[in-house]
T-cell receptor, first 113, second 115 residues
Framework: DVKVTQSSRYLVKRTGEKVFLECVQD?????MFWYRQDPGLGLRLIYF???????EKGDIPEGYSVSREKKERFSLILESASTNQTSMYLC????????????FGQGTRLTVV | AQKVTQAQTEISVVEKEDVTLDCVYE???????LFWYKQPPSGELVFLIR??????QNEISGRYSWNFQKSTSSFNFTITASQVVDSAVYFC????????????FGPGTSLSVIP
């Protein structure tokens, strides 16, 4: 079974803190994604990566950065957390070829106070 | 620009009723892919189906069926004889022809099946 694991299920951080969200997949997928999920807005793409050390901005990259040093790991970084970044963050991975489906982690609910 | 609309925000049905979740998409691409995902209360999105733009055949998988109509840019999802375990948020999604294209998700429809 494909497994996408996010390091934390719930996280509470203070405004201004640097926050790291970690995601690991075990299926040798080339593509990895970070989404943000908010009520009524669905999933919005923050960043994606189609190879090690490669990254592409999604629809809402402002205030975020990413790191992909190894194929299986994709990290989302909030440089200086703000209250409007309180949200559910979802990591996903997929094979590069064939536009196949994505496999998702269970999500990290981040609260910035 | 690509867009996915799921007009139904929340639906409630009584167990064993049939329910259809609507999905309307916009794209200028001639080749594209459509997806449905289910997000149960546990939070992890689960893939249900993928359809490419050249395959307009309807598909049935157990109690689930999908109706793809390019003429109306719709990809609707029907659950027959709904069960409590079908309670979840359902997302329709659209992507372009390459794996480098972004996947655009709709806002989701929250389905509650009441016993």
């Amino acid at each position: 079974d494909v497994k996408v694991t996010q390091s934390s299920r719930y996280l509470v951080k203070r405004t201004g803190e640097k926050v790291f969200l970690e995601c690991v997949q075990d299926m040798d997928h080339e593509n990895m994604f970070w989404y943000r999920q908010d009520p009524g807005l669905g999933l919005r793409l923050i960043y994606f990566s189609y190879d090690v050390k490669m990254k592409e901005k999604g629809d809402i990259p402002e205030g975020y950065s990413v790191s992909r040093e190894k194929k299986e790991r994709f990290s989302l970084i909030l440089e200086s957390a703000s209250t409007n970044q309180t949200s559910m963050y979802l990591c996903a991975s997929s094979y590069r070829q064939g536009n196949t489906e994505a496999f998702f982690g269970q999500g990290t609910r981040l609260t910035v106070v | 620009a690509q867009k996915v609309t799921q007009a139904q925000t929340e639906i409630s049905v009584v167990e064993k009723e049939d329910v259809t979740l609507d999905c309307v998409y916009e794209t200028r691409d001639t080749t594209y892919y459509l997806f449905w995902y289910k997000q149960p209360p546990s939070g992890e999105l689960v893939f249900l189906i993928r359809r490419n733009s050249f395959d307009e055949q309807n598909e049935i998988s157990g109690r689930y069926s999908w109706n793809f109509q390019k003429s109306t840019s719709s990809f609707n999802f029907t659950i027959t004889a709904s069960q409590v375990v079908d309670s979840a948020v359902y997302f329709c999604a659209l992507s372009g022809k390459t794996s480098y294209d972004k996947v655009i998700f709709g806002p989701g429809t929250s389905l509650s099946v009441i016993p």
